[in-house]
Structure formats: structure tokens, C-alpha cells
């Protein structure tokens, strides 16, 4: 049990342009999602925590306007990069879960912004 | 908030041999503490995890102890494989807040 999908798994864009992440619990019902950025050889970076239908908690440094993120409903929610610049090349990650504490990750994104 | 450190940053152990991992805590309030193993280009995958009213827990070559007074965790691997070899992340968490993740340990099992 616990699965979570995560797509597009891989998606190149040119900078400029906007990208949507879409993750989704397969098999329970996640109150809570978490987007998260991992650059290479590092830590997982929190980017927000979202609540089935209501506005996303964005973690400091973090531009909400940039990074917009839906959550709709208790399986699904998107994250969307807004004109993607260069930087904005990561590996994103969301995870789930239905008690806030244990969290179930996603197959990650990888995005390049050429 | 809760700061989580993490060490060593890269551990390599020969095949039979074991590893251990640590991290400390900075928030009391934290009580749930799991460890994930991220293998390269692929998502963590939770392998452990232990709350704060116990001080072990143990599954098969995988054991995590905590430390409460000290704010302490550690995560133990025995007889290490080379299918272990891989990054191991801890967090911790009071529940009411998001999982605060360490830096990561760079685990290489030479056979």
C-alpha cells in the first residue's frame, strides 16, 4: 500500500515557459502533501505543505507566486513552475500522507530549463 | 524550529561489516523520527521509523535507537550488503510541523 505517483517523471522546457507536476496517492486518501527540491548531492529541500483544499503553507524563500500549488482534492496535487528560468532545474519530489507524520514520496521530477 | 543534524556525511564499510548513522534533534517537542534510503536518481523509500515512547526498534539488519534526554537518534545497519549502498536521509518531526530532514549520509558497502 502507499503509492504515490508523481508525473511527467522528466520533462525539458525552455526557460520562459510554465510546467505543471502533478502527484497523486494511489491507494489512500493524503490530507497533506509536501513538494520538495533536491539538488544533486544534497538534502531534501521543503518547498510547501498543501491541505486538500485550502492555500498552501510556503516555507521561507520560497515565491508562492512562482511556485503555485493546487491541491483538489484528497489524491491529487499539482505544483506549477511558473516561467521556469535555468535555476529553477531541479529534481521535485512530492510526498503524502493521511496522519501528517509518515510520508510516502513520489518518483521525483526532473526538470531542465535550457 | 527543528534543526536536524546529520553524520558522517559519507560512510564506506566493507561488506559484512556494520554502519551506523547518526543525527541529533534540536526541538523537544519532536517525537516521530524516520530514516529513508534514497538510491541514486529514485525517490526515498522509508525503511525505519521510531517514536518517542520507544528507545529501539528493530527490523531484520535495520535497528534505529533514540535518546531523548541527549536528543539523539541512530540508525544501525549489521551485516551490510552491497545493495545497501545508497543515501540515507533521517528527519524529525513533532507531528504538528513537517518532517525536518538531515543533510543526508553518503553510505558505500564495498564488497
Known amino acids: 500500500g502507499a503509492v504515490v505517483s508523481q508525473h511527467p517523471s522528466w520533462v525539458i522546457c525552455k526557460s520562459g515557459t510554465s510546467v505543471k507536476i502533478e502527484c497523486r496517492s494511489l491507494d489512500f486518501q493524503a490530507t497533506t502533501m509536501f513538494w520538495y527540491r533536491q539538488f544533486p548531492k544534497q538534502s531534501l529541500m521543503l518547498m510547501a505543505t498543501?491541505?486538500?483544499?485550502?492555500?498552501?503553507?510556503?516555507e521561507q524563500g520560497v515565491e508562492k507566486d512562482k511556485f503555485l500549488i493546487n491541491h483538489a482534492s484528497l489524491t491529487l496535487s499539482t505544483l506549477t513552475v511558473t516561467s521556469a528560468h535555468p535555476e529553477d532545474s531541479s529534481f521535485y519530489i512530492c510526498s503524502a500522507s493521511d496522519d501528517f507524520k509518515t510520508q510516502y514520496f513520489g518518483p521525483g521530477t526532473r526538470l531542465l530549463v535550457l | 524550529g527543528e534543526n536536524v543534524e546529520q553524520h558522517p556525511s559519507t560512510l564506506s564499510v566493507q561488506e559484512g561489516d556494520s554502519a551506523v548513522i547518526k543525527c541529533t534533534y534540536s526541538d523537544s517537542a519532536s517525537n516521530y523520527f524516520p530514516w529513508y534510503k534514497q538510491e541514486l536518481g529514485k525517490r526515498p523509500q522509508l525503511i525505519i521509523d521510531i517514536r518517542s515512547n520507544v528507545g529501539e526498534k528493530k527490523d531484520q539488519r535495520i535497528a534505529v535507537t533514540l535518546n531523548k534526554t541527549a536528543k539523539h537518534f541512530s540508525l544501525h545497519i549489521t551485516e551490510t550488503q552491497p545493495e545497501d549502498s545508497a543515501v540515507y536521509f533521517c528527519?524529525?518531526?513533532?507531528?504538528?510541523?513537517?518532517?525536518?530532514f538531515g543533510k543526508g549520509t553518503r553510505l558505500s558497502v564495498i564488497a
Open positions: 498543501s491541505n486538500e483544499g485550502s492555500k498552501a503553507t510556503y
Open positions: 528527519a524529525a518531526s513533532s507531528g504538528n510541523t513537517p518532517l525536518v
